[in-house]
């Protein structure tokens, strides 16, 4: 109870001192600001206090403020009534949020107003301080150098690397060989060859890597993953202009589920329902790629057949009394 009154007493205090400082800050501490940074503020105009970004931050006063030498920076005051051991961290957060937003430069005051002398640190050691990031292009790599590395997880950013289009389908072979000699086994192979699936799609050269990849003896891990991701775009693609057959086939897959076992995962019946679409596999390899029971296959291949016609009927509906019509 004690506690709880305490808390309840000190957030009005902390509103007050906000309203004195509000009120009083332009008059006394901007003074004191020009004295302590040296400069002569000839004019400022208040900015939107809270920096809106992944944490939401309220810094006390924002300015833009312009000197009298035509010099313009952002002056960021802070009040604290007592130490702050994180105050340095804090105004290093600010900081960045506040470039981000105004891509100038910041200068940041706390106004310390407690009665003893403050033990709070200023200053960040030098290791601290952002002054900007190495920046690492793959593209500028050297294509043959990454492909001689014995390093499984090195050779496959040669597919990101520098090379001519036109030498993409050598540069691809080369990396499957470096990948199958240095691969320990099938499975590790296996992973490697995925890995590469991912990476090429953002050259655009997935259909030439499953061309390549077909040719190894192992072609069902890559066909599975292909097939799944293209059919899950063609969906979203086709989903869009198809507003009544996606109706439809939404009202199929909820059928689907909740006459299968429930065990069944959604991921599991698009995976289905992709094979079906592009693939003549027979119903127990795609039981066995898709992990799951043959009757569910059979299930799926059921209701997607049984629409089918349900579709043609109400196109006949609608088209007969047109027809009638028209006599």
């Keep these: 109870m004690g ?3 305490k808390k309840k007493a000190l957030k009005p205090q902390g509103n007050l001192y906000d309203k004195i400082f509000k009120e009083n800050a332009e008059s006394i501490f901007i003074p004191l600001v020009e004295e302590r940074l040296g400069v ?12 809106q970004t992944t944490i939401e931050r309220e810094m006390d006063f924002f300015y833009e403020v312009l000197t009298d030498s035509a010099e313009t920076f952002i002056l960021h005051l802070e009040f604290q009534t007592e130490d702050d051991p994180e105050m340095l961290a804090r105004a290093q957060e600010y900081h960045g949020m506040a470039y981000r937003r105004k891509k100038m430069e910041i200068r940041h005051v706390v106004v310390y107003l407690g009665a003893a002398a403050s033990k709070m640190e200023t200053q960040l050691d030098e290791k601290f301080i952002f002054k900007g990031f190495d920046l690492l292009q793959i593209h500028d790599l050297d294509t043959q150098q990454l492909l001689s590395s ?5 050779v496959l950013l040669a597919i990101l690397s520098n090379y ?6 050598s540069v691809l072979r080369l ?5 199958r000699v240095l691969s320990k086994n099938k499975s590790e192979l296996s992973r490697y060859l995925k890995q590469l699936m991912i990476l090429a799609r953002i050259r655009k050269l997935e259909d030439l890597t499953i061309k390549i990849a077909e040719e190894m003896p192992i072609v069902y891990d890559i066909q599975t993953d292909y097939l799944f991701l293209k059919g899950i775009e063609k969906g979203i ?8 057959e996606r109706g439809i086939e939404k009202g199929i897959e909820q059928g689907i589920e909740k006459g299968v076992e429930k065990g069944i995962e959604k991921s599991q019946l698009l995976f289905i329902k992709s094979l079906l679409a592009n693939t003549d596999f027979s119903d127990e390899k795609m039981a066995l790629l898709v992990g799951c029971k ?3 296959v059979q299930q799926v291949r059921n209701n997607l057949v049984i629409a089918t016609p349900k579709r043609t009927k109400v196109v006949k ?7 009638k019509d028209l006599l």
Excluded: H, N
Excluded at 150 to 154: E, G, I, T
Excluded at 175 to 179: A, G, K, S, W
């Design 237 to 244: 693609e086709k989903g869009i202009e198809r507003g009544i």
């Design 317 to 323: 509906k609608r088209v007969k009394p047109q027809a």
């Design 294 to 296: 043959l009757e569910i």
């Design 164 to 169: 001519p289009k036109e030498q993409a389908e």
């Design 40 to 51: 002569k503020i000839q004019q400022y105009t208040p900015l939107k206090e809270k920096m």
């Design 3 to 5: 506690k709880s009154r």
């Design 175 to 179: 990396l499957v060989r470096q990948l």
């Design 150 to 154: 014995q390093v499984p997880q090195v």
